[in-house]
């Protein structure tokens, strides 16, 4: 069974700080890996997506990902209260158009 | 640019009545297309996707049907709705043959309360 977790949080963390979001997979052969973001009663909406080993930024989000650890993490800096959601995490191996979803992790951004 | 569109937005239907959610996508052609089910408390759940007009490829038995009649409409169905049919379904779509990272994008959603 193919599985992705997510820390379920809440994550609290203060306005301006860095805010860690955390997935780990269980199937090997993953290729692509995805971030969304998912505000309460709405649809997810892409963040960012990463294939390589390393660090990818994009503005304030930077995903990293470690293949041989099996895990992919979200990094947004100068968090802000519009931060506040649920973070999703998929993976998908090859072009399987099947992604592997978490459970999100919800993250409350403090004024 | 690509938009998709979902509809109804919010539904309350009662238990055995039947039930059509509709999706349209502009501004691409040959779309892969998907339906995903999110209840509450669970994850993203895909429920069928499609490649073309008139593939259908499902992931879970259940009750609900779906169709693609053209090549950017996707309609998920049911003939006689269960309790276990709420939930907050998803539209979304992808390139097809895109061999790099398969980017999903979702439409607005379609809130179904069965009661």
């Known amino acids: 069974q193919k599985e992705v977790e997510q820390n379920s949080g809440p994550l609290s963390v203060p306005e301006g700080a860095i805010a860690s979001l955390n997935c780990t997979y269980s199937?090997?052969?993953?290729?692509?890996f995805f971030w969304y973001r998912q505000y309460s009663g709405k649809s997810p909406e892409l963040i960012m997506f990463?294939?390589s080993n390393g660090d990818k930024e994009d503005g304030r989000f930077t995903a990293q990902l470690n293949k041989a650890s099996q895990y992919v993490s979200l990094l947004i800096r100068d968090s802000q209260p519009s931060d506040s959601a649920t973070y999703l995490c998929?993976?998908?191996?090859?072009?399987?158009?099947?992604?592997?979803w978490g459970l999100g992790t919800s993250l409350a951004v403090n004024p | 640019s690509q938009t998709i569109h979902q509809w109804p937005a919010t539904l309350v239907q009662p238990v055995g009545s039947p039930l059509s959610l509709e999706c349209t996508v502009e501004?691409?052609?040959?779309?892969?297309l998907y339906w995903y089910r999110q209840a509450a408390g669970r994850g993203l759940q895909l429920l069928f996707y499609?490649?073309?007009?008139?593939?259908i490829s499902s992931e879970v038995p259940q009750n609900l049907s779906a169709s693609r009649p053209q090549d950017r409409q996707f309609i998920l169905s049911s003939k006689k709705l269960l309790l276990s049919d709420s939930g907050f379904y998803l539209c979304?779509?992808?390139?097809?043959?895109?061999?790099?990272?398969?980017?999903?994008?979702f439409g607005a959603g379609s809130r179904l309360t069965v009661l």
């Open positions: 979304a779509w992808s390139l097809q043959g895109f061999s790099g990272a398969n980017v999903l994008t």
């Open positions: 499609s490649v073309g007009i008139g593939q």
């Open positions: 998929a993976v998908s191996a090859g072009n399987n158009r099947k992604l592997i």
């Open positions: 199937d090997r052969g993953s290729q692509s």
């Open positions: 501004g691409t052609s040959n779309p892969n």
């Open positions: 990463i294939y």
